[in-house]
């Protein structure tokens, strides 16, 4: 079974640019969350995915965008970068919204903007 | 807005020492969780509590829910060096039970050496 992945690993862009993180979930969930975890702290939650739907959202401004697609592969979108949202963003899948589903988390895509 | 802190932020001690960590929280979770992340890799779910005053034990690790639901440890007896990593303590926020949807603490940076 393929777990979650990511990518790309590492990324690199200038302030102002835009730029689309991946997330492939692990087979069968249909359930996916992004977190930003910047050094040194805890994650902190983005949005979640359910089903191809929005199902909740964090305190993010609205240039930070998702997307869910038919077979629960993931995007996360992020506009007219600023230096703050350096970064390792994260992606969680799990098989649903119940309690007992557990999260898997991907290695994450580490984000420097300059 | 749910916080938990965790406490402490760092954690350096020899091979073979006992350590706890502490989350709190002014406000009641459903549950908590605990993961561990090692550098380069995403959070790994160690255990789940659910029950005020529950105790579980994975090996060498002791975690405890508060009576009241607002609080949880985190107990390593004779710590090792593979035991070195970030932990963070997380719970489902605004009171949920979703799993998907998580408030993370800060985390502790554990290092263990040989």
């Known amino acids: 079974e393929t777990g979650v992945t990511q990518s790309p690993t590492h990324l690199i862009k200038t302030r102002g640019q835009q730029v689309t993180l991946r997330c492939s979930s692990q087979?069968?969930?249909?359930?996916v969350s992004w977190y930003q975890q910047a050094l040194g702290q805890g994650p902190q939650f983005i949005f979640q995915?359910?089903?191809?739907?929005?199902?909740g959202r964090g305190n993010f401004p609205p240039r930070f965008s998702g997307l869910q697609f038919p077979n629960y592969s993931s995007e996360l979108n992020v506009n007219a970068l600023e230096l703050d949202d350096s970064a390792l963003y994260l992606c969680?899948?799990?098989?649903?919204?119940?309690?007992?589903?557990?999260?898997?988390f991907g290695p994450g895509t580490r984000l420097t903007v300059t | 807005t749910q916080l938990l802190e965790q406490s402490p932020q760092f954690l350096s001690i020899q091979e073979g020492e006992n350590l706890t960590v502490y989350c709190n929280s002014s406000s009641v979770f459903s549950s908590l969780q605990w993961y561990r992340q090692e550098p380069g890799e995403g959070p790994v779910l160690l255990v789940t509590?659910?029950?005020?005053?529950e105790v579980k034990k994975l090996k060498r690790l002791t975690f405890q829910f508060g009576d009241a639901r607002k609080d949880s440890s985190l107990h390593i007896t004779a710590a090792q060096p593979g035991d070195t990593g970030l932990y963070l303590c997380a719970g489902p926020r605004g009171g949920g039970t979703s799993y998907g949807k998580l408030t993370f603490g800060q985390g502790t940076i554990l290092t263990v050496h040989p």
């Open positions: 087979s069968g969930h249909n359930t």
């Open positions: 969680a899948s799990s098989l649903g919204l119940a309690l007992a589903y557990e999260q898997y």
């Open positions: 995915y359910y089903r191809e739907e929005e199902n």
């Open positions: 509590v659910v029950t005020g005053g």
